[in-house]
């Protein structure tokens, strides 16, 4: 055997240990954020014919469920059954030719780091998704990036996006003061209201009346009630433009506190480690 033969060997070796050690990685997500916590994150192992979120364009309906809920299969909301990522993407932890997926549970508070290892299968590229909380639709998103097969670390950063399937009306969804117009109680996808609260250590304002909307016609000329929100939307995916908030708990035009829930891009950072052969 010559040395060329020998060469191509090798070469043919290494490439076989690359792969092999592509398919589980370790991922960990840090929460760079003052007082914003991350719900449960979806992390997908997938071809070029999946796409999760794309700024500038329209959110999906399983999108609209995670920005607003944090919900991303049927066993987190019987509700959100068919229009999830569950739906969108076939059965969890199974090679499903163009993805596999996984939830992977418990809230990453702000300052920490969780990690898990995740099998690709194989896939090409990898997104991940996380609703911010409390927030009306705010998700941090990694979007299709190419799978590193070489061992090592591998660090991205991701910004917060607006799903834009829900107003930014900053109201607590736990009150009980305001309700959605037509008297349904806020919260929860196709309604008004942040989720989340109580995630973070720091209180949110919980009354006040100077957020609720006095007697007249929303846009499309039905009357409004005193007390009452019209819910809507707010264009396509696109960067967050982050919370107004205010710093009075009793009253004012939201229930988040500005010098406490207010963020700056990048809230997170994502690391993938290959591991050695």
């Known amino acids: 055997m010559n040395k060329r033969q020998l060469a191509s060997i090798a070469l043919l070796t290494a490439a076989t240990w690359n792969t092999a050690s592509a398919e589980i990685i370790d991922i960990s997500i840090t929460n760079l954020t003052h007082a914003m916590s991350f719900t449960p994150r979806l992390v997908v192992a997938h071809d070029n014919t ?18 607003e809920a944090g919900v991303i299969d049927d066993a987190q909301s019987a509700d959100s ?8 993407l076939g059965p969890t932890d199974n090679d499903n030719t163009t993805n596999t997926w996984h939830r992977f549970g418990g809230l990453v508070t702000p300052s920490t780091t969780l990690s898990y290892p995740f ?53 607590n969804s736990t ?23 109580g995630a973070s250590t720091v209180p949110l304002g919980t009354g006040g009346t100077g957020v609720a909307v006095t007697v007249g016609f929303d846009q499309d ?29 009793t009253a004012g035009a939201s229930d988040l506190q500005s010098t406490a829930h207010r963020w700056l891009n990048p809230v997170a950072r ?3 480690t290959v591991p050695a052969p």
């Open 50 to 67: 999946i796409d999760l979120f794309e700024p500038g364009v329209e959110a999906s309906t399983p999108l609209a469920w995670l920005a």
């Open 81 to 88: 059954a068919g229009q999830n990522f569950e739906w969108m």
């Open 119 to 171: 099998d690709t299968m194989d896939k090409t590229y990898l997104s991940l998704l996380t609703m911010l909380i409390p927030t009306n639709d705010a998700f941090a998103g990694l979007d299709s990036i190419v799978i590193p097969i070489e061992p090592g670390t591998y660090t991205y950063v991701l910004h917060a996006y607006d799903a834009g399937t829900e107003l930014n009306d900053e109201l």
């Open 175 to 197: 009150r009980t003061d305001i309700v959605e117009q037509g008297g349904a109680a806020l919260g929860g996808y196709g309604l008004p209201g942040v989720a989340g609260v």
């Open 221 to 249: 000329g039905n009357a409004i009630g005193a007390n009452e929100v019209v819910d809507g939307t707010d264009g396509p995916v696109h960067i967050h433009r982050n919370i107004l908030g205010d710093t009075d708990l």
């Open 270 to 272: 994502v690391t993938i």
